[in-house]
């Protein structure tokens, strides 16, 4: 089994900053991408960004230019780094994960974490 904890949520003012991070552990051979989704009640579950073992990202338009994501492939982390926050910001955000179990399979297994929440207040 893959288990992904985050960390780093909590209340910010509008125009704060903070910094979300993912730790995955388990049965793992190697990672194909690692992400941020973000929810609020009554919605869909949304994208906010992605990174895929080679480095490539991809970010909500609504994010873009406000949130980093950086990985760390050596061990198993990723981290969304949000400034510039917006109360529309709020939300619950889920760490997402795309994992390769064995070195014989390409299979991918995708795994959320239980998510952390940020409220950011006007």
């Known amino acids: 089994q893959v288990q992904l904890v985050e960390s780093g949520g909590g209340l910010v003012q509008a125009g704060g900053s903070l910094r979300l991070s993912c730790a995955a552990s388990?049965?793992?051979?190697?990672?194909?991408?690692m992400g941020w989704y973000r929810q609020v009640p009554g919605k869909q579950r949304e994208l906010v960004a992605r990174?895929?073992?080679?480095?490539?990202?991809n970010y909500a338009d609504t994010v873009k230019d406000r949130f980093t994501i950086s990985r760390d492939n050596a061990k198993n982390t990723v981290t969304l780094q949000m400034n510039s926050l917006k109360p529309e910001d709020t939300a619950h955000y889920y760490c997402?994960?795309?994992?390769?179990?064995?070195?014989?399979?390409?299979?991918?297994?995708?795994?959320w974490g239980q998510g952390t929440q940020v409220t950011v207040s006007s």
């Open positions: 388990g049965s793992i051979f190697s990672i194909n991408y």
């Open positions: 997402n994960a795309g994992v390769r179990k064995t070195y014989n399979s390409d299979a991918n297994f995708q795994y």
């Open positions: 990174i895929t073992s080679g480095g490539n990202t």
